[in-house]
């Protein structure tokens, strides 16, 4: 499985962006996907996962009530709605998936990994 992360860039505080991950490959809707993101000078961090039916989901709980996971099987690509966008928000965010249908937030249970897009929230 490939995955292309696409969406990012820069956006004031409080505005809204949508992030995108298109995964190539013909069992690529099996796959659980999630989000992670990675701040500058930080680690990287759970934000959103997705079960293989998009029936469910998982936050991290910075995050909750903010940005929606959600995807469309028949174009192979789950998206990320950000609204309401802080700048704590800033990081570059990572697609993954996971072998398992399952949803997980350990980063060590995502086998395959898109190549990140930059988000910056401007105060």
């Known amino acids: 499985v490939q995955l292309q992360a696409s969406g990012g860039g820069l956006v004031q505080a409080g505005g809204s962006l949508r992030l995108s991950c298109a995964a190539s490959?013909?069992?690529?809707?099996?796959?659980?996907i999630g989000w992670f993101r990675q701040a500058p000078g930080k680690g990287r961090e759970f934000v959103a996962a997705?079960?293989?039916?998009?029936?469910?989901?998982d936050y991290t709980d910075s995050i909750k009530g903010r940005f929606t996971i959600s995807r469309d099987n028949a174009k192979n690509t789950v998206y990320l709605q950000m609204n309401s966008l802080k700048p704590d928000d800033t990081a570059v965010y990572y697609c993954a998936a996971r072998v398992s249908g399952d949803i997980q937030s350990s980063i060590s249970e995502y086998r395959y990994w898109g190549q990140g897009t930059l988000v910056t929230v401007s105060s």
């Open positions: 490959g013909r069992t690529a809707s099996w796959y659980a």
């Open positions: 997705i079960n293989w039916s998009g029936a469910t989901t």
